[in-house]
């Protein structure tokens, strides 16, 4: 048997959150979703306590999408973004402005990314 990916709780929370995104997830949600960039991602898959905002599981990318609560935040979106990676993921980060006004340039740089993966 599989160790779960998060507590129950985890599990809850993330449920939750893929029922209210905020404008600039429903945005980018809008352009990732049934592989329109030719790879699966989920919204708000928790992995051990952290609910990443969007995951690829199969090109092990992680996109976050950060507003202005992460400016005092530095700290733990870090420890955050350690331990994704210590799970094998690469985690990008795009600023919710990023998405409201240049999604073009956003998409270009998750499909950059999904091209550039490095496998170990």
Same mark, same amino acid.
């Given at each position: 048997?599989? =160790?779960? /990916?998060?507590?129950?709780?985890?599990?809850?929370?993330? /449920?939750?959150? *893929?029922?209210? =995104?905020? =404008?600039?997830? %429903?945005?980018? +949600?809008?352009? #990732? *979703?049934?592989?329109?960039?030719?790879?699966?991602? *989920? *919204?708000?898959?928790?992995?051990?306590? $952290?609910?990443?905002? $969007?995951?690829?599981?199969?090109?092990?990318? #992680?996109?976050?999408?950060?507003?202005? @609560?992460?400016? &005092?935040?530095?700290?733990?979106?870090? &420890?955050?973004?350690?331990?994704? &990676?210590? @799970?094998?993921?690469?985690?990008? /980060? $795009? +600023?919710?402005? @990023?998405?409201?006004?240049? #999604?073009?340039?956003?998409?270009?740089? #998750?499909? $950059? %990314?999904?091209?550039?993966?490095?496998? %170990?």
């Amino acid at each position: 048997m599989h =160790p779960r /990916r998060t507590t129950p709780k985890g599990y809850d929370t993330a /449920r939750k959150l *893929r029922k209210e =995104p905020t =404008p600039a997830e %429903a945005k980018l +949600w809008a352009y #990732i *979703r049934n592989d329109k960039l030719g790879v699966n991602f *989920r *919204r708000q898959h928790a992995i051990g306590n $952290f609910i990443p905002d $969007f995951c690829c599981i199969k090109k092990k990318l #992680i996109i976050e999408l950060d507003g202005s @609560q992460h400016l &005092e935040q530095e700290e733990y979106d870090k &420890e955050r973004t350690k331990y994704l &990676e210590e @799970q094998g993921y690469r985690v990008i /980060r $795009f +600023w919710n402005n @990023q998405i409201m006004n240049d #999604i073009n340039g956003v998409i270009k740089a #998750i499909q $950059f %990314a999904l091209e550039s993966e490095t496998q %170990a």
